[in-house]
């Protein structure tokens, strides 16, 4: 008996000629996911961000912005300066509960981090902002540190939908 014969005998003894069958050519519709996608996806103009180069060069203005008199930076076990949300305006823990539901997603409850200090204040400044180049730069984040939850499932499922790609009723 030969290579190809064995071959065939045990999967015809075992009822897997299904299983070792080639699969069936698998087209999958390719989902964009940037900046200007999350932007038309969430109807947002195109603007020109001033907020990244005002957070390049902050100054400790922002923080005056943004918090009680008096407060000072904490530095964090991981180096990384944070302030206590208790300290912050009541005004800015509105705009800094859905910024860290909707915008830089994060688990800490009782610090806020520096750049979401200064996306806070950019905000209540009404510097212009691009959300999408933010989100998708939280999404690399989310994926690079492995971080256990995923960040934005709506977005990424409604692109994917958008996109054509096949969603089964046993999905959730």
Partial sequence: MGYEDFVHSVIIKHKWRQFCAHPAEVVV???SIDEDTINQFYGLD???DLHTEYAANASAEWLENVCVADTTWTVS???KLTIPRANLTPQCKVWYHFLKTRLMPST???TVSKDRVLLLDS???GW???VGKIIFQGLGACAANKCGSLWFPSLITSLCANSGVPMFDTEE
């Fill in 128 to 130: 212009p902002i691009d």
């Fill in 123 to 125: 905000i209540i400044s």
């Fill in 108 to 110: 800490h409850i009782q």
């Fill in 29 to 31: 519709p390719v989902v």
């Fill in 77 to 79: 076990t991981q180096g």
């Fill in 46 to 48: 195109d603007v020109e």
